[in-house]
T-cell receptor, first 115, second 115 residues
């Protein structure tokens, strides 16, 4: 079975500062990895995904994440955040060949960007 | 753009009532999902459906049932609502994994309060 741990439940940061949201996963088989974002009063939307190939993946709104197989991590980064990045971020994992019903979400990290 | 519409944004029901949460998607997606979102617990899958009249239990199906009579509509049913079902409910849809990677597209959620 797969599991996902988001190491920080809340991350406060000042505008224009860099940010890293941490995600570790556990799986005995190869996995796909995702970050979803939920803006206030909205559903989730896909930020970026790692399926295969280059371990550095770029997503929308200037976010990127790096897949590190040896450390079983998929941390999300942005070099300079904006107020509009205030949202909750969810890391998710699905095993190769698994159905969409096997998508496992972490508990979420609330990013709060202050002026 | 894919649109997933949940019929109610807020719903207040009494203990013991039968509750229907409705979800409609407009992109002819085969897969549809119901998640429950609680603070500190992330998203937990209740049920998903990969075709009309087909359904599979997720991680927390107890106390819930679903109906999918048409491809575009997926209903979540609380047979006898209880206070511990007070939560945010999110519907999502996607293509099957075999048709290239398809992200989940989420509705904006229904916040259900059971008193």
């Amino acid at each position: 079975a797969q599991s996902v741990t988001q190491l920080d439940s809340q991350v406060p940061v000042f505008e224009e500062a860099p940010v890293e949201l941490r995600c570790n996963y556990s799986s005995s088989v190869s996995v796909y990895l995702f970050w979803y974002v939920q803006y206030p009063n909205q559903g989730l939307q896909l930020l970026l995904k790692y399926l295969s190939g280059s371990t550095l993946v770029k997503g929308i709104n200037g976010f990127e994440a790096e897949f590190n197989k040896s450390q079983t991590s998929f941390h999300l980064r942005k070099p300079s955040v904006h107020i509009s990045d205030t949202a909750e971020y969810f890391c998710a994992v699905r095993r190769y060949g698994g159905s969409q019903g096997n998508l496992i979400f972490g508990k979420g990290t609330k990013l709060s960007v202050k002026p | 753009d894919v649109k997933v519409t949940q019929s109610s944004r807020y719903l207040v029901k009494r203990t013991g009532e039968k509750v229907f949460l409705e979800c409609v998607q407009d992109m002819d997606h085969e897969n549809m999902f119901w998640y429950r979102q609680d603070p500190g617990l992330g998203l937990r899958l209740i049920y998903f459906s990969y075709d009309v009249k087909m359904k599979e239990k997720g991680d927390i199906p107890e106390g819930y049932s679903v109906s999918r009579e048409k491809k575009e509509r997926f209903s979540l049913i609380l047979e006898s609502a209880s206070t511990n079902q007070t939560s945010m409910y999110l519907c999502a849809s996607s293509l099957p994994p075999g048709q290239g990677y398809s992200p989940l597209h989420f509705g904006n959620g229904t916040r259900l309060t059971v008193t």
